[in-house]
């Protein structure tokens, strides 16, 4: 078992910054990548980034250039630092972990960009 714990979230004006937090406990070893997704009122869950084990990382187009996402594993730590915000960024973002078996889930942190 994965657990996961988002943090971060918040509301913000348009082209302002968030860095959202995801520590992950439990069985860790058995991640092999991490990433964060979102969820808008209304619209599908989508990707908006993801790191791997080994570093390599992908970005969902509309994010590029203005999110990065990062980790820290000795703290078991992914996060998303969000630059340049725009209002169609609202909505719940969530870490996820992969592993070989099952996908786990955080509980959801709220962006709003907002003036």
């Known amino acids: 078992q994965v657990q996961l714990v988002e943090s971060g979230g918040g509301l913000v004006q348009p082209g302002g910054s968030l860095r959202l937090s995801c520590v992950a406990s439990?069985?860790?070893?058995?991640?092999?990548?991490m990433g964060w997704y979102r969820q808008a009122p209304g619209k599908q869950r989508e990707l908006v980034a993801t790191?791997?084990?080994?570093?390599?990382?992908n970005y969902a187009d509309s994010v590029k250039g203005r999110f990065t996402i990062s980790r820290d594993n000795a703290k078991n730590t992914v996060y998303l630092q969000m630059s340049s915000l725009k209002p169609e960024d609202t909505a719940v973002y969530y870490c996820?972990?992969?592993?070989?078996?099952?996908?786990?889930w955080g509980q959801g942190t709220q962006v709003t960009v907002s003036s």
């Open positions: 790191i791997a084990r080994g570093g390599s990382t």
């Open positions: 439990g069985s860790v070893f058995s991640i092999y990548a």
């Open positions: 996820n972990a992969k592993t070989p078996l099952v996908n786990y």
